[in-house]
């Protein structure tokens, strides 16, 4: 599946980025390519982008597309909280721009067998935007405890019937292991009186979200990492954050 992205608040990022032709910037999450080929486009023979995605798909699609930039780009698989690390790798202390695009890609939601949405309904309970990683949404589903379920939910969800949730869930699991996405959302489901489903959306929206948040460690490494992202930047450095939810 061709990874299609269509950035978002483009022309609105590259403006506060203000970038300078001979400049040094770094995508955090490089997606397909979309924010960081408008940000080359603007720069000199002299200016250079590093890009790092930790999701492979997203790596191969912008290698792809950004490779008529030759030796001004670097591409590295890693996730943007080692970004200090990787920039060090590639002799670079500091940097003029940082971008990062928060959360979930279309592609992600849109490739079957991730798990990453609640609309696949056969998907393996997967989440995870590096596959290299160990923990899967499904290692969280069947094995952390109805008090771990229930804080997820309601913190990164905040779904007020994350109690009730977490609680079916748990119920469910003592038969029978839940597997799929369609399987979770039908646990959800029951979990949720019928006339708040009619009118608020699909039920299982929230716990998709906050389940993907904690196994993708989202919001810590957002946390974690800001701090030294500042520390990276040149006098007059920006950083452009793009989010699209209250708890990023």
Known sequence: MEFNHTPVLLQET????????????????????????????????????????????AIRAASQRLRVFGDRVSIVRSNYKDMRMQLAKLGIQKVDGILLDLGVSSFQLDTPGRGFTYRDEDAPLDMRMDDRQEITAKDIVNGYSEKELFRIIRDFGED????????????????????TAGELCAVIRAAIPMKVQKSGGN??????????IACNHELDVLRDSLDDMIELLNDGGRICVITFHSLE
């Open 160 to 179: 007020k019937f994350a109690k009730n949730i977490a609680k079916h869930i748990v119920n469910t699991r003592r038969e029978k292991e839940i597997l």
């Open 203 to 212: 039920p299982a929206k929230r716990t998709f979200q906050a389940i993907r």
């Open 14 to 57: 590259i403006s506060q980025l203000q970038i300078q032709p001979d400049g040094i910037y770094a995508d955090g999450t490089l997606g397909g390519g979309g924010h960081a080929y408008e940000v080359l486009s603007r720069l000199s023979a002299h200016g250079r982008l590093i890009g790092m995605d930790q999701d492979a798909d």
